[in-house]
T-cell receptor, first 112, second 115 residues
Framework: GAGVSQSPSNKVTEKGKDVELRCDPI?????LYWYRQSLGQGLEFLIY????????KSGLPSDRFSAERTGGSVSTLTIQRTQQEDSAVYLC??????????FGDGTRLSIL | DQQVKQNSPSLSVQEGRISILNCDYT??????FLWYKKYPAEGPTFLIS?????DKNEDGRFTVFLNKSAKHLSLHIVPSQPGDSAVYFC??????????????FGKGTLLTVNP
């Protein structure tokens, strides 16, 4: 597809379970970003990839959160031992160098 | 602390009139500013941007104004159309090494354009 693709679009899981969220960026975009939006809040930066490297992981809220990117393309965000405060919409974006970020439609994560 | 503030949670305007959305920031390192539009259940869509070397950027019905001394920017939509009804996010970034990343977002303003 032409845009950033995220899967699943919705995920409901029990507290304590691990979840994996996937992002397929726009082809050729070297930079990839993860954000999350909690209810009533703005988007909060989590991590940034340039190629397969993550120069900035400063937004990851705890060591339960990790992300990787392979082949300069697909990225996965993993949350271990989920907590209720992890409930949010997780958004992925990609961009070419020095260009605005293009967002996917997000994964709505609900922790019961 | 909120580094990007959108103090109006909502704004309602009549079709054909001007919509003015405001944004304030506190971080002097911010060099690049963007506006995104978001419909429900969709990701944000890039609208328009401005770098700190300019004070105005125009794209069709959308104009962004930047006042660096006041650390304030605004988005003007003229004329407003019902399809413009959405949440508008202001975002800012330091231009580190020429690349923008790590956008800091405001909480958004819900714009409703009434027919």
């Amino acid at each position: 597809g032409a845009g950033v693709s995220q899967s699943p679009s919705n995920k409901v899981t029990e507290k304590g379970k691990d979840v994996e969220l996937r992002c397929d960026p726009i082809s050729g975009h070297t930079a990839l970003y993860w954000y999350r939006q909690s209810l009533g809040q703005g988007l909060e930066f989590l991590i940034y990839f340039q190629g397969n490297s993550a120069p900035d992981k400063s937004g990851l809220p705890s060591d339960r959160f990790s992300a990787e990117r392979t082949g300069g393309s697909v990225s996965t965000l993993t949350i271990q031992r989920t907590q209720q405060e992890d409930s949010a919409v997780y958004l992925c974006a990609s961009s070419p160098p020095n260009q605005p970020q293009h967002f996917g439609d997000g994964t709505r994560l609900s922790i019961l | 602390d909120q580094q990007v503030k959108q103090n109006s949670p909502s704004l309602s305007v009549q079709e054909g009139r001007i919509s003015i959305l405001n944004c304030d920031y506190t971080n002097s390192m911010f060099d690049y500013f963007l506006w995104y539009k978001k419909y429900p259940a969709e990701g944000p869509t890039f609208l328009i941007s401005i770098s700190s070397i300019k004070d105005k950027n125009e794209d069709g019905r959308f104009t962004v104004f930047l006042n660096k001394s006041a650390k304030h920017l605004s988005l003007h939509i003229v004329p407003s159309q019902p399809g413009d009804s959405a949440v508008y996010f202001c975002a800012a970034s330091p231009l580190s090494g020429g690349s923008n990343y790590k956008l800091t977002f405001g909480k958004g303003t819900l714009l409703t354009v009434n027919p």
